[in-house]
């Protein structure tokens, strides 16, 4: 089966994982014994009964579940995704403004955890046992075990408040004006609009967010890797290697890293959909106006548009990040083409 | 070689972290905030609804001409708020109902008449020169100055009010509410409005005695009619399917006041620019950039560090570390804001005898036995510690008024509060009928406060042998619970939208009306008395109402407030002109720097 043929078997494979995330999503957020009158109306309206029916109506809450589910499908598959109870907007427009802001610091934390989680895995692998593996270790150990909603309070504390050398919260200084709009991300929009004072402000206040989200995924990466290396410098062919006298540092780049590092596609790739579904924690102490914020209103307020739109999104962008990993695979892995 | 140097960093970045989590004590965990970002303060009583007939304007000189740029710009500067703007879902006037709106919009938007901070007790005119109400209240006619202009440079006439209030009304969103009970609104001249009530089902114009207080809400100022419509907007009777011009006034105003907003930015930040058209002259600052940060302690540390210049509020716990920087003002404000518990009213059986539906649906059914009786709810009064929940909750920012009308309203005597009594309280219990005490359950909306509030109260009621079983909800589940009357016991908070005492007469008094309604309070007492409130233009006589009202509530017990909550405000000391008010937090147009 060629490449093309696998990844258009995927892509049609998700329809019905998509059909079957929709009514596990519906018939959770409807079991709750919420009115959702009270998060549309106000809790003065709530009391004219002409407003409720008009409100029932619109929404369609007067409707039988499978119709609503029905109805809900339908809309669905021309890109409407329902109009947010609580923002009245429709839900794919909030997602559109939240996204941006949790693309930009999901691709920067994931970029910090491969740039420092990498080499920290191979180094510790290569030097096992020794001080620069314990530092590794703590210092994997300290990303995955502290909560953002400490780490991140206290790198702004000392970064920010003492030192003041990092920006304090938000995507950039309150003092320049925002880049014009174009994709939301504002690096690229500062370098599109070439408005270079909004691109170093925006990259600063990346920095401290990044590296607190990045952290945990940087210590899971440095970890496996480490593992993985460490298994692969047993196996035969490394030994070959060195038997026919390759200098060590071809042996760990060339045969033990390409094998090593398999597993960790997987794992990237998980961490990465992870970072993307949106930090709540972190998006909070940076207040970064994330997708994460978002979700949190919306299952707060019990907004089924916004929650399953949501959901839907993360859904989507599990599945594709999957598809990209097994596509990956057949590169990093001959055997895997070869079947 | 280069493994050695990579060695190097990572000893260097290790070393760090590690030296880091050393200073870590002093980081101040994540506090939740009191209570809403929107504060401020009050200790006089509000806005009476007296119509002053002929108030004379405060600056009626003949009409500047404003042509192109203004030949002086605003002194200039930006001025940086850091808030909490997670409660701001739309910036449209004609659907925003949450409190942060109401601060944007005094800012943007001109209402007709005002209540200004340093005299909660006066109406004044804003846009209106002058006003006259007819003596049943049924009639209001306004007289617009003549020398406002919007932002755009239109002029702001009587057409422009028929419009802004006709599309609150038929857009239906959450502000409408503010203009319950009005029936006409129509233009005399260009510069002449006249509102007239709705009329009752035999034809009887309803009196709105609080229609003044109201028109003062930010969500009434008045939009420009023709910006509003050339972006898609209307006032037509199918406004709510029809108007299509909140996607622009989410991210711009239409009104006549100092500031204009131009970006919304989502739990990111509100941008305002100074409206150098307005009548009142220029603005101070020519840019006003307010930040969303929700951590009370980033807050802090970004006045400290001068990149904000204001806070919405700032957390007790961190009073003392802002007392301690003399860059930093504070100043305590008490708000009309306040928490309260309810108890049910109505016993079960008669619950039954009115709606066998409802009977059945009534959450613990015990509980609604037990508490439906006066001398125990009076019990439960007397044995709660509010000193103490004031200052577990609140580190003792907080106070109290006798009754569920906070202080600072007309007819609430602070000599009147009734503190704990344990003694009185287990008398109360016997008469009641349980001298070995009870058991019954609590309800409320779960959030880390209300936890605090909720194990105090239980403990508090141990005391006199009261066991309460926590029976903490979804907030939305709360809500819906309540709102279905099926609590017998429950507790949450309200806030005023406007400064009218019928703001907590009509809800708590009213038996078909929201928190009244929701505890089944049907008591004809304080029925009558709340529709005297809401129909007597006689202050007088009102006020007496209001005393009366609460008399009723404090021998029937149906609530009793828990406490009223006091605000800390925040600013650098280079800020002058800050006042705060208790609904719409501050006119940025007085401050300085």
Same mark, same amino acid.
């Given at each position: 089966?060629?490449?093309?043929?696998?990844?258009?078997?995927?892509?049609?494979?998700?329809?019905?994982?998509?059909?079957?995330?929709?009514?596990?999503?519906?018939?959770?957020?409807?079991?709750?014994?919420?009115?959702?009158?009270?998060?549309?109306?106000?809790?003065?309206?709530?009391?004219?009964?002409?407003?409720?029916?008009?409100?029932?109506a619109k929404w369609g809450l007067d409707k039988p579940l499978p119709e609503q589910y029905l109805i809900y499908l339908n809309n669905l598959v021309r890109g409407d995704m329902g109009t947010s109870f609580k923002t009245k907007n429709p839900v794919f427009k909030d997602l559109k403004t939240f996204l941006p802001a949790t693309i930009e610091l999901a691709i920067g934390s994931f970029i910090f955890a491969i740039l420092l989680g990498l080499p920290l895995g191979i180094i510790s692998a290569v030097h096992s046992g020794r001080p620069v593996d314990h530092f590794t270790r703590v210092f994997s150990l300290l990303g995955a075990s502290m909560p953002p909603f400490w780490s991140g309070l206290l790198v702004l504390f000392v970064f920010y408040y003492l030192l003041g050398w990092a920006p304090g919260p938000g995507r950039i200084d309150a003092r320049i004006d925002s880049p014009d709009q174009v994709t939301?991300?504002?690096?690229?929009?500062?370098?599109?609009?070439?408005?270079?004072?909004?691109?170093?402000?925006?990259?600063?206040?990346?920095?401290?967010?990044?590296?607190?989200?990045?952290?945990?995924?940087?210590?899971?990466?440095?970890?496996?890797?480490r593992s993985s290396i460490m298994e692969v410098m047993t196996q035969d062919y490394i030994r070959t290697a060195r038997a026919k006298g390759q200098i060590e540092r071809l042996v760990i780049t060339r045969h033990a890293l390409r094998n090593g590092l398999i597993p960790l596609v997987t794992l990237m790739g998980l961490a990465f959909a992870g970072l993307m579904s949106g930090a709540i924690m972190t998006e909070t102490i940076f207040a970064w106006p994330g997708i994460g914020r978002y979700a949190v209103d919306a299952s707060a307020n019990l907004d089924y548009p916004a929650i399953s739109g949501v959901t839907l999104l993360i859904a989507v962008i599990y599945m594709f990040v999957n598809l990209f990993v097994d596509i990956l695979y057949t590169f990093l892995d001959p055997r895997i083409r070869e079947s | 070689?280069?493994?050695?140097?990579?060695?190097?960093?990572?000893?260097?970045? +290790? &070393?760090?972290?590690?030296?880091?989590?050393?200073? @870590?004590?002093? *980081?101040?965990?994540?506090? !939740?905030? %009191? =209570? $809403? #970002?929107?504060?401020?303060?009050?200790?006089?009583?509000?806005?009476?609804? +007296? &119509?002053?007939?002929?108030?004379?304007?405060?600056? @009626?000189?003949? *009409?500047?001409?404003?042509? !192109?740029? %203004? =030949? $002086? #710009?605003?002194?200039?500067?930006?001025?940086?708020?850091?808030?909490?703007?997670?409660?701001?879902?739309?910036?449209?006037?004609?659907? @925003?109902?949450?409190?942060?709106?109401?601060?944007?919009?005094?800012?943007?938007?001109?209402?007709?008449?005002?209540?200004?901070?340093?005299?909660?007790?006066?109406?004044v005119p804003r846009l209106a020169e002058s006003w006259e109400v007819n003596p049943e209240f049924t009639e209001f006619t306004f007289h617009l100055r003549e020398d406002a202009k919007f932002a755009s440079g239109n002029p702001v006439t009587a057409e422009d009010v028929v419009f802004s209030w006709n599309r609150l009304i038929n857009i239906a969103g959450a502000p409408a509410f503010n203009l319950d009970g009005v029936g006409k609104i129509e233009a005399l001249d260009e510069y002449t409005v006249k509102v007239t009530t709705a009329p009752d089902e035999n034809g009887v114009l309803q009196p709105l005695p609080q229609f003044l207080a109201s028109a003062c809400n930010p969500s009434l100022g008045i939009q420009d009619s023709k910006l509003v419509k050339e972006h898609g907007g209307t006032d037509a009777a199918d406004a709510a399917e029809t108007d299509k011009a909140k996607e622009w006034l989410d991210q711009n105003s239409a009104g006549s006041g100092p500031f204009v907003m131009t970006k919304w930015s989502p739990k990111a930040s509100i941008e305002l620019v100074a409206n150098q058209n307005y009548w009142k002259g220029a603005p101070n600052f020519e840019?006003?950039?307010?930040?969303?940060?929700?951590?009370?302690?980033?807050?802090?540390?970004?006045?400290?560090?001068?990149?904000?210049?204001?806070?919405d509020s700032l957390d007790p716990d961190l009073m003392d570390m802002a007392m301690g920087n003399p860059d930093i003002v504070t100043s305590v404000d008490t708000?009309?804001?306040?928490?309260?518990?309810?108890?049910?009213?109505?016993?079960?059986?008669?619950?039954?005898?009115?709606?066998?539906?409802?009977?059945?649906?009534?959450?613990?059914?015990?509980?609604?036995?037990?508490?439906?009786?006066?001398?125990?709810?009076?019990?439960?009064?007397?044995?709660?510690?509010?000193?103490?929940?004031?200052?577990?909750?609140?580190?003792?920012?907080?106070?109290?008024?006798?009754?569920?009308?906070?202080?600072?309203?007309?007819?609430?005597?602070?000599?009147?509060?009734?503190?704990?009594?344990?003694?009185k309280a287990k008398a109360l219990l016997a008469e009641a009928g349980y001298p070995d005490g009870a058991t019954i359950d609590l309800y409320y909306g779960s959030s880390p406060t209300r936890e605090i509030v909720a194990a105090k109260l239980q403990s508090d009621l141990a005391e006199v042998g009261i066991t309460a079983n926590l029976q903490p909800l979804e907030q939305s589940v709360y809500l819906s619970e309540m709102?279905?009357?099926?609590?017998?016991?429950?507790?949450?908070?309200?806030?005023?939208?406007?400064?009218?005492?019928?703001?907590?007469?009509?809800?708590?008094?009213?038996?078909?009306?929201?928190?009244?309604?929701?505890m089944w309070f049907?008591?004809?007492?304080?029925?009558?008395?709340?529709?005297?409130?809401?129909?007597?233009?006689?202050?007088?006589?009102?006020?007496?109402?209001?005393?009366?009202?609460?008399?009723?509530?404090?021998?029937?017990?149906?609530?009793?407030?828990?406490?009223?909550?006091?605000?800390?405000?925040?600013?650098?000391?280079?800020?002058?002109?800050?006042?705060?008010?208790?609904?719409w937090f501050v006119d940025l147009f007085e401050l300085s720097k």
């Open positions: 089966m060629s490449l093309i043929q696998h990844i258009i078997r995927r892509l049609v494979l998700m329809i019905p994982m998509l059909m079957g995330i929709t009514l596990l999503l519906f018939i959770v957020t409807h079991i709750v014994p919420v009115d959702p009158l009270a998060v549309i109306l106000t809790e003065k309206s709530m009391e004219d009964p002409e407003a409720v029916a008009a409100a029932t939301g991300l504002f690096l690229v929009d500062s370098l599109i609009t070439g408005n270079t004072e909004a691109f170093w402000s925006s990259l600063s206040h990346l920095i401290l967010p990044c590296i607190i989200l990045g952290w945990f995924t940087l210590a899971l990466i440095a970890r496996i890797s | 070689m280069k493994l050695n140097r990579v060695l190097l960093f990572v000893v260097v970045v +290790v &070393a760090l972290t590690t030296s880091l989590v050393a200073c @870590a004590p002093q *980081a101040t965990p994540e506090v !939740e905030q %009191p =209570a $809403e #970002p929107v504060a401020p303060a009050a200790t006089t009583a509000p806005a009476e609804p +007296v &119509a002053p007939a002929e108030t004379e304007a405060p600056v @009626a000189t003949e *009409a500047p001409v404003v042509t !192109e740029p %203004p =030949a $002086e #710009p605003a002194a200039g500067g930006t001025l940086v708020l850091a808030m909490n703007l997670n409660d701001v879902v739309t910036l449209d006037p004609g659907y @925003a109902g949450e409190t942060t709106n109401l601060f944007i919009h005094i800012n943007t938007y001109d209402t007709l008449v005002d209540i200004r901070p340093d005299d909660l007790n006066t109406i840019r006003v950039v307010i930040n969303h940060v929700e951590d009370p302690s980033t807050k802090l540390q970004m006045l400290e560090r001068g990149d904000a210049d204001m806070l708000s009309l804001d306040m928490n309260y518990l309810a108890m049910v009213y109505t016993c079960p059986e008669d619950v039954q005898a009115q709606s066998q539906e409802s009977y059945d649906a009534l959450m613990s059914p015990e509980s609604h036995e037990i508490i439906c009786k006066k001398a125990f709810r009076q019990a439960v009064a007397y044995a709660i510690d509010y000193d103490g929940i004031t200052q577990a909750v609140l580190s003792g920012y907080g106070t109290r008024a006798p009754s569920i009308i906070p202080l600072g309203i007309m007819g609430v005597d602070p000599a009147k509060v009734q503190g704990r009594d344990l003694e709102r279905a009357q099926k609590l017998p016991m429950a507790f949450g908070g309200w806030t005023p939208d406007y400064l009218d005492v019928t703001m907590w007469t009509d809800y708590f008094g009213l038996g078909d009306r929201s928190i009244a309604f929701r049907k008591n004809e007492e304080s029925h009558a008395l709340a529709e005297e409130i809401r129909t007597t233009s006689d202050p007088a006589a009102r006020e007496a109402a209001v005393v009366k009202i609460q008399e009723v509530w404090m021998e029937e017990m149906p609530f009793t407030m828990l406490y009223q909550l006091q605000y800390i405000h925040a600013f650098r000391k280079e800020l002058q002109g800050f006042k705060f008010h208790p609904v």
